[in-house]
């Protein structure tokens, strides 16, 4: 087993440990919710904790070089890593509550959604490893990646910002708008300054 692959597990077993007891205080100390949805509540606000790594990485190195843009581009990996073993008790967590409620507080069109990101995390978490990274391919590898972040990406800004607009509460989650927007600003504009580059090289 190579030192990257070895770090991988690591990261894994870390980020597995952390989310299950993210999940137990969640349990324990649900507000008004059931205490099984306070779970889910508490592991999937450390998913998106970690989906920031990834989300500003990229954008943020194209627009600033410097030593802690570099760093987050290496963490990236690891955030994935860590991303995708916390969704895996997420995933346990959703599981646990459609068995154990009558009525779940769950929207049609974000189950189909959530699952489908469900998934993809999943396989994006057994791709962030050297094998499985060279058995499916650069192409592959890239479509999996690409279309997990991009789901989420859906998800964050359903959960949200637009969710909360229609129930008329936009203030309700304000802290994590303001930090999906901003990734999204980001990307905005480090896709505007990187198209002007490439047209100069074509």
């Keep these: ?7 991988g597990f690591q990261f894994l077993l870390i980020a597995l440990v952390a989310s299950t007891i993210i999940g137990w205080i969640g349990y324990l100390y649900p507000g008004e919710h059931e205490p099984i949805v306070g779970a889910l509540i508490w592991t999937g606000r450390l998913a998106f904790l ?5 989300l500003f990485a990229r954008p943020l190195r194209q627009l600033v070089r410097a030593d802690w843009t570099a760093k987050l581009m290496r963490w990236r990996r690891n ?66 990646h690409k279309s997990g972040f991009y789901v989420f990406m859906f998800i964050y800004f359903y959960d949200f910002v ?13 802290l994590w708008a303001s930090l999906t927007v901003a990734g999204m600003v980001v990307r905005t504009l480090a896709m505007f300054r990187q198209a002007p580059a490439a047209k100069a090289t074509a």
Excluded at 1 to 7: E, F, G, H, K, S
């Design 162 to 174: 637009l969710e909360p607009v229609l129930l008329e509460q936009p203030t309700s989650h304000l």
């Design 50 to 54: 970690i989906f920031l790594i990834p």
């Design 79 to 144: 955030a994935g890593i860590c991303y995708g073993a916390s969704q895996s008790v997420h995933l346990v967590i959703v599981c646990t509550m459609f068995v154990s409620l009558a009525n779940p507080p769950t929207e049609t069109i974000m189950v189909i959604i959530g699952s489908m990101g469900l998934a993809l995390s999943m396989a994006m978490l057994v791709t962030s490893f050297p094998a499985p990274t060279k058995f499916v391919g650069p192409k592959m590898w890239k479509w999996i």
């Design 1 to 7: 087993m190579n030192i990257r692959t070895l770090q």
